[in-house]
């Protein structure tokens, strides 16, 4: 699987390397909250996350999560991935950033990109995103991203009604 660049930023695909990352930024509150506890509660529940959930999709499809990196200084700030997800018929596009580099345009140019990619290299042009009802930033990103408003739905094994939006 291919790495990708913006101007500020590498989206790097998601590696077992990357567990202590995911275990931190799944664990957030703002990550519990609106999207869900994944009870990642060690190194280990991580790195089987990996395992189980990324690398089956990025192996079958070539195309998963990303961990975002800034240019600057290599510091890993996020992620976004294009994801198969259990309830939907149209691939969900999906980021989550820690609070320190929210409001700053991170998570619009890496989904952006990743969009872009999806398009291009995969053929991939239609694209879902959901989210909860009181998350703004978020339907404001879905939004930018060109993603309209569709219905509610509820994804199995959820009992939260989520927003659906597709392009």
Do not use: C, W
Not at 63 to 87: M, P, Q, S, W
Not at 88 to 96: A, E, Q, R
Not at 109 to 135: C, M
Request: hydrophobic residues 40%; aromatic residues 14%; negative net charge.
């Amino acid at each position: 699987m291919k790495t990708f660049e913006t101007e500020r930023l590498i989206l790097k695909p998601a590696a077992v390397q990357d567990a202590d990352f995911f275990l931190e930024l799944y664990n957030m509150p703002s990550f519990i909250k609106y999207i869900g506890d994944r009870n990642l509660r060690t190194k280990e529940d991580a790195e089987n996350y990996i395992k189980n959930r990324f690398l089956p999709q990025i192996e079958r499809l070539g195309f998963g999560n990303y961990v975002v990196i800034l240019k600057e200084d290599n510091t890993k700030i996020g992620a976004v991935g294009i994801f198969e997800r259990e309830g939907l018929d149209v691939l969900d596009i999906g980021f989550s950033f820690f609070e320190k580099y929210e409001g700053k345009g991170f998570a619009y140019e890496s989904a952006h990109k990743l969009k872009e990619v999806a398009a291009k290299e995969f053929g991939v042009h239609k694209i879902s995103a959901i989210t909860t009802k009181d998350n703004f930033s978020s339907q404001k990103l879905i939004g930018r991203l060109g993603l309209k408003f569709q219905k509610m739905v509820t994804i199995p094994e959820d009992d939260v009604e989520l927003m659906y939006y597709e392009n």
